[in-house]
């Protein structure tokens, strides 16, 4: 009897490990999937102080997503929603009169009633992307510990990201195109917007984190 050469009944060693393709089905899940996020979080955020933790709320959701491959359920957002409201109320407040303030200083510009002209109206626009980038950046670690945290996270983010120009650069770039785009879609597709650009710094931070991931 001849021996029957080893190579000719060789088989992939792993065949099941081939990852699958994601369909068009998928993208228009997720696509759907952050759509609704965005009108979750409009509509909790309608008494304009649960703004934050509406936020909050909704990035910790995006970071259980990235780690688990799953939303959490209703209660567990319900219930990070109802932990945020403290902090969260006076974060919202702090937050919407710095951009009334950014707002005025903006408009005062645009129609000159400020001296500066296009100069001036140059770097206000660049700082207020400055400033939503580290906003925002700050949203993503806020998500990472449940929806809570907002003093440590804003202190963590302002010491790390002169170190990580780059990160926060991007950041900024992401926030002020959903600003942009805002001004000029419809008023209905803003939220959509919104879970859009929270995503996408969510993805930014997972491939470039500013902060370590045992962020408390």
């Known amino acids: 009897m001849s021996a029957v050469p080893a190579h000719t009944d060789a088989v992939p060693a792993h065949p099941d490990t081939v990852p699958a393709r994601a369909d068009w089905r998928d993208t228009l899940r997720e696509a759907t999937d952050l759509a609704l996020l965005g009108f979750a979080v409009a509509l909790a955020a309608l008494p304009v102080l649960t703004l934050a933790p509406a936020v909050a709320t909704a990035s910790a959701a995006l970071h259980d997503r990235s780690v688990t491959g799953a939303w959490p359920d209703a209660r567990t957002s319900l219930t990070r929603f109802g932990r945020a409201l403290p902090a969260g109320s006076a ?7 710095a951009a009334a303030l950014l707002a005025a200083d903006l408009l005062a510009l645009t129609t000159g009633r400020v001296p500066g002209g296009g100069p001036a109206l140059a770097l206000t626009a660049v700082v207020v ?5 580290y906003a925002g950046l700050v949203a993503v670690a806020v998500g990472r510990t449940g929806g809570r945290g907002w003093r440590t996270a804003a202190l963590e983010v302002a010491r790390t990201c002169p170190q990580r120009p780059g990160t926060w650069a991007a950041a900024s770039g992401v926030c002020a195109l959903a600003v ?3 001004v000029l879609v419809t008023p209905v597709a803003v939220p959509i917007l919104g879970g859009y650009a929270l995503a996408a710094l969510h993805a930014l931070d997972a491939r ?3 902060l370590a991931p045992d962020l408390s």
Request: charged share 0%; no cysteine; glycine share 12%.
């Open 91 to 97: 974060v919202s407040a702090v937050a919407l009169a």
């Open 129 to 133: 992307a400055v400033l939503l980038g």
């Open 180 to 182: 942009v785009l805002g």
């Open 208 to 210: 470039h984190p500013v």
